[in-house]
């Protein structure tokens, strides 16, 4: 069956669902790596994705903004990052896979006990929530902030790049 528009499971609506122990067939996240780049050097800079609004971000969604921005990183500087993926996606998507076609009527119950199967993964962001970080040193800071750039466009919402230099 093919993947629903993002624009579906983008609002913030009724309870958290994450209670895995409680379902079957609930899907593997996607997110391959939660860090990736030089995990053992102290980089000074640390730039950071963050949320303008508040808004579930499926895990399909910040899989690509994390292919993204390393795609880019290891092109401009390479060995001398740290990206990292702040949010793990514990909210379970679920969706009503209705019947269709002709003579669905009669086997379909329509909305009844329409519970719906877990589809997928999403991360629950509030407003200015950290997505993405990137640590990197100062000769690579224009490639690190325009991987971000790039990454954030992958978002299903607004985001804001925070760059923190490092402490003196």
């Known amino acids: 069956m093919t993947r629903k528009p993002a624009r579906m499971y983008r609002k913030i609506e009724?309870?958290?669902?994450?209670?895995?122990?409680?379902?079957?067939?609930?899907?593997?996240?996607?997110?391959?790596?939660?860090?990736t780049?030089?995990?053992?050097?102290e980089f000074p800079w640390s730039l950071t994705l963050t949320g303008e609004e508040a808004a579930q971000v499926r895990d399909i969604a910040l899989e690509a903004a994390r292919?993204?921005?390393?795609?880019?990183?290891?092109?401009?500087?390479p060995n001398e990052f740290h990206l990292k993926v702040r949010r793990y996606p514990h909210q379970?998507?679920?969706?009503?896979?209705?019947?269709?076609?002709?003579?669905?009527?009669?086997?379909?119950?329509?909305?009844r006990r329409a519970f719906g199967k877990a589809v997928g993964h999403a991360v629950r962001a509030s407003i200015g929530s950290e997505l993405l970080t990137v640590y990197t040193t100062e000769a690579h800071l224009e490639v690190a902030k325009e991987a971000l750039k790039k990454a954030s466009h992958k978002l299903p919402v607004p985001t804001r790049l925070l760059v923190t230099p490092p402490a003196s």
């Open 67 to 77: 292919i993204k921005a390393v795609r880019i990183l290891e092109r401009g500087a």
């Open 14 to 35: 009724g309870q958290v669902y994450t209670r895995r122990e409680y379902m079957g067939g609930v899907p593997t996240c996607r997110i391959t790596q939660f860090d």
């Open 37 to 41: 780049g030089n995990l053992t050097a």
């Open 92 to 111: 379970i998507l679920r969706e009503h896979k209705m019947a269709m076609g002709a003579g669905a009527d009669r086997i379909s119950d329509g909305m």
